[in-house]
């Protein structure tokens, strides 16, 4: 036997239940449920609840919690550092939505979460959360806020804009939004440098960065958005991997007679995607070889600009992730062919490569916020 804890966090306060699993019966039964408060207290005081449940009768624990924005890292981080005994896993919410949905938990609450979510660190195979090193939480939380700056900053610039051409101008509100936009910039300005001076605050990995800038368009703050995001590609083994997460996995939706249009699934970082927009785009207005050939063949093989587009997205995508793996600068020659880490068996007569759930799955340490 053993003991799975669900824990359903919000941002003050999380629920935690206890369940006794054992695997040979295949029987469970919830012992305890309690909430805390998402704070350092509240923690040890979960830590002490948790142990004297378990001294009643000693067994492995596995706890698995929700990845809610940021408020699941503190209580994860705890649990990481100072309870290492214990079996830690960090399910994406769409996850732990779908397993309730499957276990026929219809309603949703604080305590119906938990206890999914204890359910299913007993029942699935789910891979061991392997924590955030503070190197790439402190570039995540820089290209974060810069990026939701520059969102603010272009939604200022557009009502500014409007202003400045509408038939009745006031002049006060016009220079309210002009200071409002300078200010904006200069904090993105310096979030910027701060980025620089973070990245070059580790000498191995800003020798790393040397091989992505060389890759035609892509510039350092689309590089550091990706390492950001992905925590340095340290947690991925495969490019299945990589993207599944990032969204750029198609989605095959079929049955019968029925055929589905392809897409890709979204189901991933939306950051990662928002990053790799300019670079694709600079290439294509250059005209930069080899992927603006590339751009062609997709165009003229199918005639849709939006899905030649995104391929090459994928496309840089990938060799940024091969490059920054083996410690190689952007070859031209090699750009196009698509080299593997972990290879996949193909389907009979085609081509192509794993991006199931399964890897989807796999890697899940960076969330969404």
């Known amino acids: 036997m053993f003991y799975s804890i669900g824990v359903d966090i919000a941002k003050d306060d999380f629920k935690a239940s206890i369940l006794v699993y054992k695997p040979v019966e295949q029987m469970e039964k919830v012992v305890a449920s309690r909430m ?3 704070t350092p207290g509240g923690i040890n005081q979960f830590e002490q609840w948790v142990g004297k449940q378990v001294a009643k ?13 940021v408020y699941y890292e503190r209580l994860a981080l705890h649990i990481y550092h100072e309870l290492s005994d214990w079996a830690l896993c960090v399910v994406l919410p769409n996850q732990a939505r779908k397993f309730n949905e499957s ?4 309603n949703k609450t604080d305590s119906i979460d938990a206890h999914g979510l204890s359910l299913m660190g007993a029942r699935k195979k789910l891979a061991p959360w392997r924590g955030i090193k503070p190197f790439w939480s402190k570039l995540r939380q820089l290209t974060r806020t810069r990026s939701a700056l520059v969102d603010q900053l272009t939604q200022l610039k557009n009502q ?3 202003l400045q051409h509408s038939g009745y101008t006031l002049e006060e509100t016009i220079a309210i939004l002009e200071d409002a936009v300078t200010g904006l910039q200069q904090q993105v300005n310096k979030l910027e440098l701060l980025v620089t001076k973070h990245l070059a605050s580790d000498e191995a990995i800003s ?5 992505l800038k060389s890759i035609p368009s892509v510039g350092q703050l689309t ?5 950001a995001e992905t925590l340095g590609f340290e947690y991925f083994s495969s490019k299945s991997q ?9 989605r095959v939706i079929e049955s019968g007679n029925y055929v589905g249009q392809r897409k890709i699934s979204k189901m991933g970082n939306s950051r990662i995607r928002k990053a790799m927009y300019m670079p694709a785009g600079n290439i294509l207005s250059r005209k930069v070889n080899p992927y603006y050939d590339y751009y062609s063949r997709l165009l003229n093989k199918h005639g849709i600009k939006m899905k030649a587009h995104v391929a090459l997205q994928k496309k840089i995508l990938s060799c940024m992730y091969f490059l920054w793996k083996k410690n190689e600068p952007f070859d031209p020659q090699k750009a196009l062919i698509a080299p593997t880490l972990k290879k996949v068996a193909p389907p009979k007569g085609e081509a ?3 991006t199931s759930a399964s890897q989807r799955e796999a890697v899940f340490f960076v969330v969404e916020n």
Not at 57 to 66: G, H, I, K, S, Y
Not at 103 to 106: A, F, I
Not at 207 to 211: A, E, T
């Open 57 to 69: 009768r000693p067994a492995p624990v596995r706890c698995t919690m929700e990845a809610t924005g």
């Open 223 to 227: 590089i550091a958005t990706v390492l």
């Open 352 to 354: 192509t490569e794993d």
């Open 160 to 162: 500014l804009h409007a």
């Open 36 to 38: 805390f408060a998402n």
């Open 207 to 211: 020798k790393k960065l040397g091989y």
């Open 103 to 106: 276990e026929g938990l219809k």
């Open 242 to 250: 990589l993207i599944s997460y990032s969204g750029y996995d198609v």
